[in-house]
């Protein structure tokens, strides 16, 4: 099974479906909440999301709908990067709620070559997340460095740095 891939292997306009999706609990909101100190009642108390927002209930916090679409995207495009180089847009669409099944989908928008090195370049993608209705609730734009063939040869191939086991 291939993760990531080299830059040989995008193609501008190419769009990578991210699976298996992930429905997202209250445990998971929580726990990211509380491991990053977002303690804003909007995500923590059923109480205050009730009686005070036009939602009526919690919202799963924004960061970790990014972060768990930046987590699907790996396998698909930056599962071999040298290096993340810049998010240029972050844009939370529509909410999130506890229950909701997140999907992603990832566009290669453009992709150059590096002028400094020759065994590199730059893939500029666009990641939508989107809930099990097809509803769009986030989408961010990114920049990957990642390696041509000759550099991950040079390197080990597909498992750089797999040990050999003995006995």
């Known amino acids: 099974m291939q993760f990531g891939r080299y830059f040989e292997e995008f193609e501008v306009g190419a769009v990578y479906k991210h699976w298996p999706g992930k429905t997202v609990t209250e445990y998971d909101d929580h726990l990211f909440c509380l491991l990053t100190m977002n ?3 909007l995500h923590l108390d059923a109480h205050y999301a009730g009686e005070t927002t036009d ?3 919690n919202v799963v916090v924004g960061n970790y709908v990014y972060s768990l679409l930046l987590g699907m995207s790996v396998p698909d495009v930056s599962g071999k990067a040298i290096a993340n180089l810049e998010v240029e847009s972050l844009r939370h669409v529509k909410p999130t709620f506890h229950g909701d099944t997140i999907y992603g989908e990832t566009e290669v ?6 002028k400094s090195k020759d065994d590199r370049g730059v893939v500029y993608v666009e990641t939508r997340g989107y ?3 097809g509803t769009v609730v986030c989408t961010f734009r990114r920049k990957v460095m990642v390696p041509k063939r000759s550099y991950g040869e040079a390197r080990g191939g597909e498992q750089p740095a797999r040990p050999v086991p003995h006995e």
Do not use: A
Request: proline share 13%; glycine share 6%; aromatic share 6%.
């Open 39 to 41: 303690h804003h009642p």
């Open 109 to 114: 928008l453009d992709k150059t070559p590096s």
């Open 131 to 133: 809930k099990q209705d």
């Open 55 to 57: 939602f009526g209930k």
